[in-house]
């Protein structure tokens, strides 16, 4: 009988896999033996990690949209660690992203990166500068809180990295597409799992979590019964995604769509719509409000338009004055009584007890010094409650950096809304108008909520902020 080669039967990689997967029993026999059982553990989440940073370096679109789906449950993760680990994890996969991004641009020979020329516009000027003042606050004298700063550098450099890999991932309106359908189907999914929370009751181990903290009871129960916030942080960034994401669904309904398209798009924005009161958030309602304000403001000549814009303003007129008396109704109700609601009282009492500080520093008094983000003392913004994000801008980063804020927004905006007046193409003006309505909703939102750094809200506007960059010049 024939003696077998083993080097001829083997081929060089099966050799090396085999190599690997001795070498990598070994280590974990070695770790369980000397450390224990977690060392095991981490020993496995390790080697398996590595297929895994090798793929996202291998294709950076698969990685983004891996790292927009992490961020819908990076929360929910990071509330049952209790670290900081599983957010750090989120930015450093979206470094990964970008390193193999940048290294397939760098490889196309007598080429500079194709994303390079899109820097020139003004959002990416507006995001760069952004970057190169947050960096500038590290010198900030009004605070020692290096922590802080090192927080807001982090968030800076995030959005822009984020910005230039969705830049070169929406080369294609079928691209942007698959974005929306990700995002609404996440949506919906966390629509869904708030209605099954509020219908069929807390699962045992989210109410334990809910009543461990007479804080977070304080903030998530109204009127006895606890406010939903399904896999999110909380029911207030819960419940400003539900509005966004409820109006971009309705908006795509007007656009030339399949009939099926558009029936399973209006039971999406209903189900959200309805899982968002549930959250108890009053700033929700008021987005939705802004949202659909812009929508028929722009495209009021549309039929379509006016039969959704004036359904929806019904909805909300008869919610408002009917005989409905439940915690939630009650709640929006207090949305647009103004002075007459208690808390709106004791926000505008702070406010006026800040002014003072506003005007006199501004370069603000440090990032995250205010809110209880990152605690000192004895500094003057310390455990103040700003309850809004520009107010928050305007404290910590002074009102040079809440214009730089503003005029990145208004910019964004406005660019938008000229391309949308531009184009001829149908289904390109209904994207516009989802995007804008959407877009300002969560701008309106800031005025009384901390949202557009939260996440996925933060990941969904930079997302936005690049498709208003590509979609003018991509088919």
Known sequence: M?????????NSSSIYIFAGLLFA?????????????????????????????????SNFKLGFYFVFVLSFFINYIHRWTDTLVPLLILEVILYVVVIGMLLKELSKPGSTPSFWK????????GLIIWLFYNH???LNPNSTII???????????YALIGFTVALLVFDSIKSVKIFFKIMLSLSLLAAIFALSQKYFGLLPYEREWLYSSPLRVRL??????????SFLNDPTVFGLLMASSGLVCFILMTGPYKFFTR???GISGALMFLAMISSGTRTAFVMVLAGFGIFGLINIKNIRTQIIS?????????????????????????????????????????????????????????PNTSGGTVEESDHPLGGFPPDSGYLKIALEMGYIGLCLILWLYFRASTQLTSQYFQTKDIERKVIYLAILASMISLFTSELTQIAVSQKPLDFIIFSYFAIIVRLQDIK
Not at 220 to 229: E, H
Not at 314 to 331: A, D, E, N, T, W
């Open 310 to 366: 004036f359904s929806a303003l019904l909805i909300l007129i008869i919610i408002y004055f009917g005989p409905f008396y439940s915690p939630q109704v009650i709640r929006f109700r207090t949305a647009f009584q103004g002075d007459k609601d208690p808390s709106m009282n004791v926000r505008l009492i702070n406010k006026e007890r800040i002014r003072p500080y506003l005007f006199t520093h501004p370069i603000g008094g440090g």
């Open 2 to 10: 024939k003696p077998i080669n083993l080097h001829k039967s083997l």
């Open 25 to 57: 029993s070994i280590l974990i026999a070695y770790g369980v033996s000397k450390f224990g059982l977690n060392a095991g553990i981490l020993s496995i989440l390790f080697l398996s990690a590595i297929p895994v940073v090798l793929l996202l370096l």
């Open 136 to 138: 500038l606050e590290f």
């Open 220 to 229: 998530f129960v109204v009127w006895g019964q606890p406010r939903m916030w």
């Open 263 to 265: 029936v399973m798009l």
């Open 118 to 125: 899109y820097y020139k516009t003004p959002i990416a000027i």
């Open 147 to 157: 922590v802080g700063k090192v927080i807001a550098i982090r968030q800076s450099w």
